[in-house]
């Protein structure tokens, strides 16, 4: 709705083990709709063919709006908590020893990515929103009213602010289109867009029945892959049957269980939200952090030899966050494959694998290795070596010779693809 690594030493040697993972984005070419058509449920809905719904999504121009949303997320990883700022350049401090603001939007919402939230939204129009994440003794809200934008933590009762959506410079979407941090979509419509634009020849679409979400009729749309090696089951959209806005989300793993997103109105109301819903004034002694403030500082620490220049032949359907990145790995970044079973090939930095116990570095408590260890699957093949590391969507394998193979896809296809690089 709205609206990143310390630099101190500890923090510096962990990122030397987080494993670079680029999830790329599927082809969007020609879309093979299936023509399905929906079937008799509950709701009694008029039928629908998958082209037609997908047109009512487009044509939704919903501006008012207000309601709670529910979303759970599930990699099989621990909750990301706090510690989520931890890896995103500017929040939890700097090499000076001055600490960023835990109401920085940017990672606050990064939280978003693990575990189960609440959020409250409200919506008034291109320049009025409101995004509330509420937890047990706290709430975190970023309101865009105007040319104002705020973002309150309650629980440390500091505040960040800036004086429009444009000021907010590279730590947030343009407020206008009613965004959260890029790579961190949070509301029905948000991940359903980013699955639509991601849709293409490998893709089946359907309707698959009618359902009632937040007390309102509502069609599923199924999204799924047609191409095997995938880690996605598929993908459920339950659109509003009256406005055409995505009221749930679910995304299910090939391997079953429990949904890796689900996420989803409890209640929602297509009313005007009253005006006093977006006015925000900082409570007594709360900390201002003002935008442009950690804009200037996030630059100043920025590494002065990061390269100018990226290949000129990344793939046009790459994430723009992935362009974006100027970090060195990224120069070799090739990807293998197409739609749902796309695979990034990169390389690590200096052209070695993880560090391990026995390695040059030599840095690698005996403990730190066994937990390393823990997490990855040693694998062989005619690439040589390797350890794949595992989530319940996206895995990446490390070779030792320090080449990363990342996707939603098996274990078993990133084997294929490191010895077909050969």
């Known amino acids: 709705m709205a609206p990143y690594e310390s630099e101190s030493a500890g923090r510096r040697k962990a990122t030397r083990y987080v494993v670079p993972v680029a999830v790329v984005g599927v082809a969007a070419a020609t879309i093979g709709l299936v023509p399905a058509l929906a079937d008799s449920g509950n709701p009694d809905l008029p039928k629908i063919s998958a082209q037609q719904l997908i047109e009512k999504i487009a044509k939704s121009d919903v501006q008012q709006m207000s309601g709670t949303v529910k979303i759970s997320t599930d990699l099989g990883l621990p909750s990301l908590g706090g510690m989520a700022g931890g890896f995103t350049p ?67 009762n500091e505040a960040y602010h800036a004086k429009d959506a444009a000021a907010a410079g590279d730590r947030a979407e343009k407020h206008g289109k009613g965004e959260t941090p890029k790579g961190v979509p949070a509301t029905p419509k948000e991940l359903a867009d980013e699955v639509l634009k991601a849709s293409g020849k490998t893709t089946s679409i359907s309707v698959e029945g009618t359902s009632q979400v937040a007390g309102r009729d509502a069609y599923k749309l199924l999204v799924k892959p047609k191409q095997a090696g995938s880690t996605v089951g598929g993908i459920t959209i339950s659109v509003d049957a009256k406005t055409g806005v995505p009221l749930k989300f679910t995304l299910t793993p090939a391997g079953g269980g429990k949904a890796v997103v689900d996420a989803g109105f409890t209640k929602v109301d297509f009313s005007k939200p009253a005006a006093s819903t977006f006015d925000f004034t900082p409570p007594k002694g709360t900390k201002v952090t003002k935008g442009d403030d950690l804009k200037a500082r996030d630059k100043s ?93 996206v895995n990446a394998l490390v070779t030792d010779d320090g080449k990363v193979y ?15 690089a050969q």
């Not at 020893?97 to 939204?121: F, N, W």
């Not at 730190?368 to 319940?392: E, I």
């Not at 990342?406 to 077909?420: C, H, I, P, S």
């Open 90 to 156: 500017g929040a939890g401090g700097s090499s000076d020893g001055k600490a960023g603001s835990s109401a920085d939007p940017q990672s606050k919402l990064m939280e978003l990515a693990s575990g189960t939230h609440t959020l409250r939204i409200a919506a008034d129009g291109p320049d009025r929103h409101k995004l509330s994440v509420l937890d047990d003794a706290a709430e975190y809200s970023v309101i865009h009213n105007g040319d104002e934008v705020w973002a309150y933590d309650s629980a440390s």
């Open 301 to 393: 620490h920025a590494p002065k030899d990061m390269p100018k220049d990226l290949p000129k032949d990344l793939p046009k359907d790459m994430p723009k966050e992935l362009r974006d990145a100027q970090g060195g790995g990224m120069k070799d970044l090739k990807v293998i494959g197409e739609g749902w079973t796309s695979i990034a090939e990169l390389k690590l930095p200096g052209g070695q694998g993880l560090p391990t116990g026995g390695s040059a570095s030599g840095d690698v408590p005996p403990e730190a290795q066994k937990f390393m260890d823990a997490l990855g699957d040693h694998v062989t093949g005619k690439f040589g070596s390797g350890t794949v590391f595992s989530t319940r969507l």
């Open 406 to 420: 990342a996707g939603a896809v098996t274990k078993d296809a990133l084997v294929k693809a490191a010895n077909a």
